[in-house]
């Protein structure tokens, strides 16, 4: 371990010639030895089409839940496959999602339900947009609450904030430098012939704009050729699924064990949209298993293949709003309010799900169809940006929410 | 000493102005003859093509500006039309469209028998085989076995690049069957793709095609939000094109009745709070008719003042919207996943009084209301300076002169919002060709792919990979999710993936790699300066020369290396 990052570190100090290396670089290089405390990297992830969070955390201990859901409902625990992982005595994992366990059970993961979005909109792309400006119910915002989240600071690594795909999502733009990367291996030149050239060109170019954005540029790349060379291998023997979120996470595992200098991350996974027979045979297999398998397993992997290093990071999951309380006619739910949240990391207070549970009887849904909201995400964002990023300024990320209620869940 | 005392405080009153209000000096220098015919070419168009500069020069640029300000003043180069030729969906209603590509409730609606198949043997003989699959899919769902195909990134973009160069060398024709019979749904993306670029690369209405970009844009939609999919069209072709240099409140008035914005913005749901007092079982037969209608939906009211009208710090309150958007209820679609039309339903629109902006609009009126409305906004000095302004962003500068979109706006009063009038006020200004507004703008990602197509002179023939480059730049064309549309901001196109890929995408492009378009090289000498001639239509800067001279000092140079490297320079990325 501490061989290849002393292999990467004058690797990337190499690139830059000896003495010019640039101050975040060596800082960002040397951070792993320093004795100050290293960064903190949060990463969030984007169910995109709205998860169905009472089949995702499964609250069995509630019989409202069996008669809404007389056809997806996921069973009381009974120690098998079949069967709801029980979590509390009344909350439960969907079984798919099995391998989070042992990380909820090591006391490093919380859940939070109930928990969304205050804004009424069911439109997806409403909602998003909301969730991912960090503004409920403004649309004009321009920059997202990730970008926001960056604490200010002088001299930051050209990767400080990452986002896996092609584009930059909305969450991550801002004033802040945010690069996407669709592909580590990618993220270059690719005809060598042009690559110093091109370098060249905007280093010396006295167009400004592109001059900034040209040297940024070219460290970020020269940073990740850096990590390039070196074929990846996950730590404790770990496999991620060939998922595209298998994958976008391996990629952010690698950026965050070359200590490059990243703070946070974007990755997101689509498909939760599940209208029609979001259950095959059993409520515990089909579409949505299948969804939860993926998300799980990618997330466990990522978890272990991180070890130690966990404890600079946290993860932390959302999708736009929750389904309908009622299964509808065709073995599906419709377009609902809250839903359910995760966070894991070093330093997130697990082992427990968060939120007051607002009941199903019919009087207690939200327009006698959804699940209540009792937690606004915010609070969950907030609490993470500002006591495990340690940007104080939870006001300008999440501007007009004038009084999170933190829960605790980070300490 | 007293005279000495007032001299000081003028001074400092002096330093204090300057330090306070942004320098547009640079707006009073003016330009050579060669440089505004260029300037011109690069605002007005995608970008010069070879001989663009000397026929401009040839007819003067007073005429040629009035001539683009004309559209139909310009003879259309044929290219074009061969190449829409094929795009069946663009001549299509939306009804036709829903019809002949049917989304899945479509499907579902003919296999229940609901609605008739289509006519056309051919698009008869695609909705069945899509509602093969349908029910094949969901009998697999059922059965809850269905493998979720593994997403792994490097396999899929290898079967993307082989299906684009296979796509690349099949007959336009054929290659759109091969779409339409794999992805129905899949066509008007693709054909409202093509369309934009090559009308964007081969028509002589260039300014035409601009304004086309930036009041879509204005207006924007979401192609990929559940009834936009086959709404989007019709939108494009019938709301905005028919007014891009028309009268503003034209414009307005046929974007707010368009069922693509009114399904995108939804209004089409929003109905009379009123509502909620009638006679119960009254409620519930409305109810079911507008589905999901529970009130009042303000969404509209609010983007048609802060994005479309007045801009956010127009002077509108909270109030303002509610009363706009109790104006607009009734304002809906019949049917729009079947590409239904605008209607006014009377029965769910709000009759009590409203006062808009101060306006008094009284009680019992009917689709007047929202017609008032629209007259109030049209007509509203915050209306006039807001698009002034973005007009000046797009065609001048990011921080365009005050004194520009004084006189802009004063026209845009003058002419009732002729919105030629105000583009010409525009293009006679000083302002216009100045130090200050020359090579000032970062290209858009539309941009700066046209541009380097239209610059070597390549020969295109499938334009989807070029919009796929432009989606991995930024801009994924129809495809912005939110209603602000794309920032022409240069702050917004410049970042380490953008760069990066638009330096990938000019070596690829010169070097023949991008499917479907051709350049030829033999034309481009392996001398920087000559080709920086011919591709940027003016000399590179020394230090985009020194850069390629002496990487060619260690290899042999190619004609396509030098092509692709002026291409990818940082003086291409401006116009």
Same mark, same amino acid.
């Given at each position: 371990m501490s061989t290849r990052r002393l292999f990467l570190k004058s690797a990337a100090l190499g690139m830059f010639g000896v003495g010019t290396a640039p101050a975040w670089l060596s800082r960002a290089l040397y951070a792993a030895d320093?004795?100050?405390?290293?960064?903190?990297?949060?990463?969030?992830?984007?169910?995109?089409g709205a998860v169905d969070g009472l089949n995702v955390v499964v609250p069995f201990g509630e019989k409202q839940y069996y008669s809404l859901r007389p056809n997806l409902a996921i069973p009381k625990p009974d120690r098998t496959e079949n069967s709801a992982v029980d979590l509390d005595g009344f909350f439960g994992l969907h079984p798919a999602l099995a391998p989070l366990k042992p990380i909820y059970d090591s006391g490093h993961m919380a859940i939070v339900h109930a928990v969304g979005s205050p804004d009424p909109t069911r439109s997806h792309f409403d909602a998003q947009d909301y969730m991912e400006s960090g503004t409920p119910g403004r649309k004009a915002t321009s920059d997202g609450?990730?970008?926001?989240?960056?604490?200010?600071?002088?001299?930051?690594?050209?990767?400080?904030?990452?986002?896996?795909?092609?584009?930059?999502?909305?969450?991550?733009?801002?004033?802040?430098?945010?690069?996407?990367?669709?592909?580590?291996?990618?993220?270059?030149?690719?005809?060598?012939?042009?690559?110093?050239?091109?370098?060249?060109?905007?280093?010396?170019?006295?167009?400004?704009?592109?001059?900034?954005?040209?040297?940024?540029?070219?460290?970020?790349?020269?940073?990740v050729q850096s990590i390039q060379k070196q074929p990846y291998a996950p730590d404790n023997g770990v496999q991620y699924p060939t998922s595209s979120l298998g994958q976008d996470l391996m990629q952010i595992a690698r950026l965050i064990k070359s200590n490059v200098g990243l703070e946070v991350a974007f990755a997101e996974m689509r498909g939760w949209d599940t209208h029609v027979n979001e259950v095959g045979a059993r409520p515990t297999v089909g579409q949505l298993a299948n969804l939860l398998g993926q998300f799980g397993g990618a997330l466990a992997a990522f978890y272990r293949d991180l070890g130690d290093r966990m404890a600079d990071v946290s993860v932390v999951t959302m999708s736009e709003f929750g389904r309908t309380a009622r299964e509808n006619g065709s073995r599906g739910t419709d377009h609902?309010?809250?839903?359910?949240?995760?966070?894991?990391?070093?330093?997130?207070?697990?082992?427990?799900?968060?939120?007051?549970?607002?009941?199903?009887?019919?009087?207690?849904?939200?327009?006698?169809?959804?699940?209540?909201?009792?937690?606004?995400?915010?609070?969950?964002?907030?609490?993470?940006?500002?006591?495990?990023?340690?940007?104080?300024?939870?006001?300008?990320?999440?501007?007009?929410?004038?009084?999170?209620?933190?829960?605790?869940?980070?300490? | 000493?007293?005279?000495?005392?007032?001299?000081?405080?003028?001074?400092?009153?002096?330093?204090?102005?300057?330090?306070?209000?942004?320098?547009?000096?640079?707006?009073?220098?003016?330009?050579?003859?060669?440089?505004?015919?260029?300037?011109?070419?690069?605002?007005?168009?995608?970008?010069?093509?070879?001989?663009?500069?000397?026929?401009?020069?040839?007819?003067?640029?007073?005429?040629?500006?009035?001539?683009?300000l004309h559209p139909e003043r310009v003879a259309e180069n044929p290219e074009?039309?061969?190449?829409?030729?094929?795009?069946?969906?663009?001549?299509?209603?939306?009804?036709?469209?829903?019809?002949?590509?049917?989304?899945?409730?479509?499907?579902?609606?003919?296999?229940?028998?609901?609605?008739?198949?289509?006519?056309?043997?051919?698009?008869?003989?695609?909705?069945?085989?899509?509602?093969?699959?349908?029910?094949?899919?969901?009998?697999?769902k059922e059965d809850g076995d269905v493998k979720t195909k593994a997403q792994g990134k490097g396999g899929d973009r290898l079967q993307q690049a082989m299906r684009q160069q296979v796509m690349s060398v099949a007959d336009p024709v054929e290659r759109r069957k091969l779409i339409a019979d794999k992805a129905p749904q899949q066509v008007l993306p693709y054909d409202l793709n093509e369309a934009k670029l090559y009308r964007a690369i081969y028509s002589n209405r260039q300014l035409e095609?601009?304004?086309?970009?930036?009041?879509?844009?204005?207006?924007?939609?979401?192609?990929?939000?559940?009834?936009?999919?086959?709404?989007?069209?019709?939108?494009?072709?019938?709301?905005?094109?028919?007014?891009?240099?028309?009268?503003?409140?034209?414009?307005?008035?046929?974007?707010?009745?368009?069922?693509?914005?009114?399904?995108?913005?939804?209004?089409?749901?929003?109905?009379s709070p009123e509502l909620g007092q009638r006679d119960i079982n009254q409620r519930a037969k409305l109810r079911a008719k507008a589905k999901q209608a529970r009130g009042l939906n303000e969404n509209y009211a609010r983007e048609l003042m802060e994005l479309h009208t007045l801009g956010v710090d127009g002077g509108y309150t909270q109030h303002d919207i509610i009363e706009v958007a109790r104006c607009f209820t009734g304002w809906t679609i019949?049917?729009?996943?079947?590409?239904?039309?605008?209607?006014?339903?009377?029965?769910?629109?709000?009759?009590?009084?409203?006062?808009?902006?101060?306006?008094?609009?009284?009680?019992?009126?009917?689709?007047?209301?929202?017609?008032?409305?629209?007259?109030?906004? !049209?007509?509203?000095?915050?209306?006039? #300076?807001?698009?002034?302004? $973005?007009?000046?962003?797009?065609?001048? /500068? +990011? &921080? @365009?002169?005050?004194?520009?979109?004084?006189?802009?706006?004063?026209?845009?009063?003058?002419?009732?919002?002729?919105?030629?009038?105000?583009?010409?006020?525009?293009?006679?200004?000083?302002?216009?060709?100045?130090?200050?507004?020359?090579?000032?703008?970062?290209?858009?990602?539309l941009e700066l792919v046209v541009s380097a197509i239209r610059a070597s002179d390549a020969q295109v023939d499938f334009a989807i990979p070029l919009s796929m480059q432009i989606a991995q730049l930024g801009e994924p064309l129809y495809r912005k999710i939110e209603p602000t549309g794309y920032s022409g901001a240069n702050s917004e196109w410049?970042?380490?993936?953008?760069?990066?890929?638009?330096?990938?995408? !000019?070596?690829?492009?010169?070097?023949? #790699?991008?499917?479907?378009? $051709?350049?030829?090289?033999?034309?481009? /000498? +392996? &001398? @920087?300066?000559?080709?920086?001639?011919?591709?940027?239509f003016h000399e590179a800067s020394q230090q985009t020369l020194d850069s390629i001279k002496k990487a060619l000092a260690q290899r042999e140079p190619t004609p396509a290396l030098v092509a692709g490297l002026m291409l990818g320079s940082p003086d291409f990325q401006r116009r």
């Open positions: 320093a004795p100050r405390p290293r960064k903190k990297i949060l990463v969030a992830i984007f169910q995109r609450w990730l970008n926001r989240a960056l604490p200010a600071q002088r001299d930051s690594s050209p990767v400080r904030a990452v986002s896996l795909g092609t584009t930059l999502p909305r969450a991550m733009r801002g004033q802040n430098e945010a690069v996407a990367i669709a592909n580590l291996n990618d993220f270059q030149i690719r005809d060598t012939r042009g690559a110093g050239t091109f370098e060249s060109m905007y280093e010396n170019s006295l167009d400004q704009v592109l001059n900034g954005a040209g040297r940024e540029t070219f460290e970020a790349v020269k940073l609902g309010h809250a839903n359910v949240m995760f966070a894991f990391g070093g330093d997130i207070r697990g082992g427990k799900v968060y939120g007051q549970w607002p009941g199903l009887e019919q009087e207690q849904l939200y327009e006698q169809r959804d699940l209540q909201l009792t937690t606004d995400f915010r609070d969950v964002l907030g609490e993470l940006v500002v006591r495990h990023l340690g940007n104080v300024r939870a006001a300008s990320v999440f501007p007009g929410y004038e009084q999170p209620k933190f829960r605790g869940i980070v300490g | 000493m007293k005279k000495f005392g007032i001299a000081l405080t003028l001074a400092g009153v002096a330093v204090l102005a300057a330090y306070s209000e942004t320098d547009y000096s640079r707006f009073n220098q003016p330009l050579s003859e060669d440089q505004q015919i260029l300037h011109a070419l690069n605002r007005l168009t995608f970008g010069p093509r070879p001989g663009d500069v000397e026929t401009v020069r040839k007819m003067g640029l007073k005429k040629w500006i009035d001539q683009q074009v039309a061969a190449r829409l030729r094929p795009l069946e969906s663009l001549q299509m209603s939306a009804a036709e469209i829903a019809t002949n590509y049917p989304p899945p409730q479509v499907l579902r609606a003919m296999t229940q028998g609901l609605l008739p198949l289509p006519a056309d043997p051919e698009a008869r003989q695609r909705a069945e085989l899509q509602m093969q699959r349908l029910r094949a899919r969901r009998e697999a095609e601009q304004m086309a970009d930036f009041w879509f844009n204005h207006f924007n939609v979401y192609i990929d939000k559940g009834a936009d999919r086959i709404l989007t069209s019709t939108y494009e072709r019938d709301a905005i094109r028919p007014h891009v240099f028309g009268k503003f409140r034209d414009l307005l008035e046929a974007t707010a009745e368009s069922p693509a914005m009114l399904f995108y913005l939804d209004n089409w749901q929003s109905v019949s049917q729009p996943n079947r590409g239904g039309e605008f209607i006014y339903n009377d029965r769910v629109h709000d009759k009590g009084e409203k006062n808009v902006l101060g306006v008094r609009i009284p009680a019992g009126g009917g689709r007047a209301d929202a017609e008032k409305v629209l007259d109030i906004l !049209a007509r509203h000095p915050s209306t006039a #300076r807001f698009i002034s302004t $973005k007009l000046a962003r797009k065609f001048v /500068a +990011d &921080d @365009p002169p005050p004194a520009l979109i004084d006189r802009m706006a004063k026209t845009f009063h003058d002419t009732d919002g002729d919105i030629r009038a105000v583009m010409s006020t525009m293009f006679d200004s000083k302002e216009f060709f100045s130090e200050g507004a020359f090579q000032a703008k970062v290209k858009t990602p410049v970042n380490s993936a953008a760069l990066l890929a638009r330096m990938n995408f !000019a070596l690829a492009l010169a070097d023949n #790699r991008v499917p479907g378009s $051709k350049v030829d090289a033999t034309k481009f /000498a +392996d &001398d @920087p300066a000559a080709v920086a001639r011919l591709v940027l």
